[in-house]
């Protein structure tokens, strides 16, 4: 890698690539996938702490989702409804029954933050909680902060990690270890544990990595 | 578990080839060489020159070459060391490496080396990652009240709210501290485990030829050249290495034991109080059990090191077992019982005053070790004690609410008769029973305290009180 942008579009481009894969699966998706990591493994991310887990993942593709029932496993994990699912994949039923208070509230509340941010629909189906969003969220944010640094606005750029600390902090990194625990208690297939093996992995390394950035933007 | 040892063979020449050490030209120009050597390896040493490779690149190709670098042992070279030597310590080395248990996402904490710079015009640095310490919710007493971590902590990386831990990785400094202070054993450094450092010492003295002196070393620290026959083993920083892992040390096989910290100029962290805490209790222990410190030096790695006082077989050294084994262990060189107090004990002994302790049970209910407990039978309540579980925590001194009185203490003291005699009962009384549905209200001695407090104004409600339970009260 050879600069800020380029690392920025590298963890925009693991954010959307994690985020794809914990959407219903389907052949068309997973072929895109495929090239997607292939691109992301000849990226320098060996540099990083959670390349292995990356790896792993990697190996995985191309990934055939009905004969590897991936479309079976998908549903018992994460697809059932929030209560017949095994290990949801929504932030609200992890965090709710803790912090208390609705739902309703809980999601609305992150509608509340996405528009705080200028963020008005990432374009996903899915429910503003679910991981799947708040990743695309993230690619979001990292292309913000890539556009950033390409145009040389230092200050932008670190305005821009300072909302990433902050959803990553609020949100994903304070989730993403219960859902794991979740899905590695229901015994998945060993493309769904991997995968939230390397989404807990790569969400924990850039909470503290972002915080890195940040401080060592000079003044 | 197929541990493989890799050296920089560039000149000055580390280690002749031939033995089961591979050389490899440039390894510490170029790590990236590594990922066609490592074959099936898991585990793996590096054997480079002093100050000749970069860290950040060294882990990148442990990395790529699909191994966990902080589970690699890297032991910088300098030239002219003594090849037995060596081979000594490559086999310690190679034995903690087979100890590392793996890490979690959790342990790594990325530093970057250099500014972020505004243009970024040039490559940005790869970052290093040290091992920062992870907590086990489940083992971690925090719920029960336990804050012995944030206690210890010199960088406030731990705070305690509403019965949860929480853990602040960017401003810890790894030290270690945490770890060797939890009385649950429930924060992990992957990299420092008790199995790896059993294992590397362990490895030492089966492989030194003479007697062997250890000599536990900061990470941070410049390591100065000992006398011939000392063994360094790393350690996040000596601030926390507890007395008794220096004796565990001894006991294991080791001839003389050692401290170093990281600087002359003191450490950083302000933790060279610890580390002569541990080295005096260390000495007093010994000395306990008759064992004067002369022929077991601790301390001195200028002389050379002593034969092995006798080697006792310990089964977890570096654990809460394993320091209890310890003073057990001392026992049988001494020829009155063990005994030693010391406020660097990791072994300690509670003691309640009859007179101010009103029996409200809160010591039993946060001892995170459940040293101390607390049972009810028919109309009587009496707190236990068993020695071989107390750490010396002090987490009952900060919970008991009478302590201004000197209800509880605690002495660091490690009593070979105290720790093989079991549960004992400490304090016992009355507890008051509910006139009407004769269920058990509250200690007396509680009651007693609370009317004491409350002062003559309520001289006519608590013989209420005292009679009849939170859910009769009111019932005529």
């Given amino acids: ?219 | 578990m197929n541990v493989a040892v890799f050296a920089c063979a560039d000149e000055p020449a580390i280690r002749h080839e031939g033995d089961d050490v591979v050389g490899i030209r440039g390894l510490c120009r170029e790590p990236m060489l590594l990922v066609d050597a490592v074959g099936e390896a898991t585990r793996a040493v590096l054997l480079l020159h002093e100050r000749a490779h970069d860290l950040a690149d060294v882990q990148k190709a442990l990395r790529t070459a699909e191994l966990d670098p902080l589970g690699v042992q890297i032991l910088e070279v300098s030239a002219g060391v003594d090849e037995v030597e060596l081979d000594v310590a490559v086999a310690g080395l190679q034995h903690r490496a087979e100890g590392f248990a793996g890490s979690r996402p959790e342990h790594a904490k990325p530093v970057l080396r250099g500014e972020v710079t505004r243009r970024g015009l040039f490559r940005p640095p790869n970052p290093v990652y040290l091992v920062a310490p992870m907590i086990d919710q489940k083992a971690c007493a925090a719920a029960d009240g336990c804050r012995a971590c944030v206690d210890v902590c010199p960088q406030d990386a731990y705070k305690w709210h509403q019965g949860r831990i929480h853990f602040n990785k960017d401003v810890c400094e790894p030290c270690g501290r945490c770890v060797s202070a939890c009385p649950t054993e429930a924060i992990s450094n992957p990299a420092a485990s008790p199995t790896m450092l059993a294992a590397q010492i362990d490895a030492i003295v089966e492989a030194g030829e003479a007697a062997i002196g250890i000599r536990f070393v900061c990470s941070r620290s410049t390591q100065l050249a000992t006398a011939t026959g000392w063994f360094d083993v790393e350690v996040p920083c000596t601030g926390m290495v507890p007395g008794g892992w220096l004796v565990s040390t001894l006991l294991i096989g080791a001839g003389s034991v050692s401290v170093l910290p990281c600087s002359i100029g003191g450490c950083p962290l302000g933790l060279d109080q610890h580390s002569r805490e541990a080295v005096d209790f260390a000495r007093a222990a010994l000395a306990s059990a008759g064992l004067e410190p002369e022929s077991a030096p601790i301390d001195s790695a200028n002389a050379e090191p002593k034969e092995p006082v006798a080697a006792r077989s310990l089964q977890h050294p570096f654990t809460r077992a394993g320091d209890i084994q310890t003073m057990l262990a001392l026992d049988s060189f001494s020829e009155e019982a063990f005994s030693v107090v010391h406020p660097g004990s990791s072994v300690g002994v509670v003691t309640i005053d009859p007179e101010t302790c009103t029996l409200c049970t809160q010591c039993a209910q946060t001892c995170p070790t459940h040293a101390i407990t607390a049972a009810y039978e028919g109309n009587r309540v009496s707190l236990t004690f068993d020695a071989s579980s107390c750490t010396n925590c002090n987490q009952c001194t900060i919970a008991c609410p009478e302590i201004r009185r000197g209800a509880i203490s605690v002495t660091g003291r490690a009593d070979a008769e105290l720790l093989r005699s079991g549960r004992r009962t400490v304090h016992e009384g009355v507890v008051a029973v509910c006139e009407i549905c004769g269920n058990a209200i509250a200690p007396t001695s509680m009651m007693a305290r609370i009317g004491e407090l409350l002062g003559e104004d309520f001289d006519d409600t608590m013989p209420y009180l005292s009679h009849r339970c939170m859910d009769c009260r009111g019932l005529t």
């Fill in chain 1, 1 to 219: 890698m050879t600069d800020w942008a380029d690392i920025a579009r590298t963890r925009q481009g693991l954010y959307r690539f994690l985020g794809g894969a914990l959407l219903s699966p389907s052949a068309e998706m997973f072929d895109v996938l495929a090239q997607a990591i292939g691109v992301l493994e000849q990226r320098d991310i060996d540099m990083f702490a959670f390349s292995r887990d990356l790896r792993r993942l990697g190996r995985h593709f191309p990934a055939d989702v009905a004969g590897d029932r991936l479309d079976v496993d998908y549903i018992r994990l994460f697809a059932s409804g929030r209560s017949g699912a095994l290990s949801p994949p929504t932030e609200s039923y992890y965090r709710v029954p803790a912090k208390g208070g609705g739902i309703a509230e809980f999601v609305a509340e992150m509608q509340r933050e996405y528009r705080s941010m200028g963020i008005g629909s990432v374009g996903l189906d899915e429910a503003p909680d679910h991981i799947s969003t708040e990743l695309e969220v993230m690619a979001y944010l990292c292309d913000l902060e890539a556009g950033a640094w390409m145009d040389e606005q230092t200050r932008l750029a670190g305005e821009v990690l300072d909302l990433e600390i902050r959803f990553l902090r609020r949100h994903l990194a304070g989730w993403v270890p219960l859902l794991q625990e979740r899905v590695h208690a229901a015994q998945p297939t060993a493309f769904y544990r991997d995968l939230v093996d390397t989404v807990h992995s790569f969400v924990v390394h850039d909470k503290d990595y972002v915080r890195l950035i940040r401080d060592g933007i000079a003044e």
